[in-house]
């Protein structure tokens, strides 16, 4: 088990399996030294988590929805480092995307819900650059959809 693991477990968090893709692409794509992770949707132990930030859902819960795809952004990552997570070695960037009414402007704090994870995980290793941006609506109604970029060995 990684330290990464071993923190989440302190945590009381468990890995998912990967998610395999629900369209036509692949769920990552090493070049280099670059791990690009594709979206990674509010997806957990009881199912999709869906919502619309600002109307069904409060900050809170979206932190939550977005520690999901977290977790599921770290699965993936395990699956393409053969079960070895102790080969990352900075995670670069995360892109986050919220389904939020046009007035809902909370979107970096719903996000911090992955960003957050990430240096739970990974400490120093886990600070990272990002993106997080609202939009209408997320493949099959999900609340939260974050993508990434990892440097491994």
Known sequence: MSDAEKRLADLGLKLPEAAAPVAN???????????YVSGQISFGPDGLVKGR??????VEQGQSAARLCGLNLIAQLKAALEGDLSRL?????????VCATPDFEAIPKVINGASDLMVEAFGDAGRHARSAVSCPVLPLGAAVEIDAVFEVD
């Open 25 to 35: 692409y692949v769920p990552y794509v090493r070049s280099g030294n670059h791990l």
């Open 53 to 58: 930030l600002g109307e069904t859902m409060n």
């Open 89 to 97: 070695k900075q995670v670069v960037k995360l892109g986050g995307f």
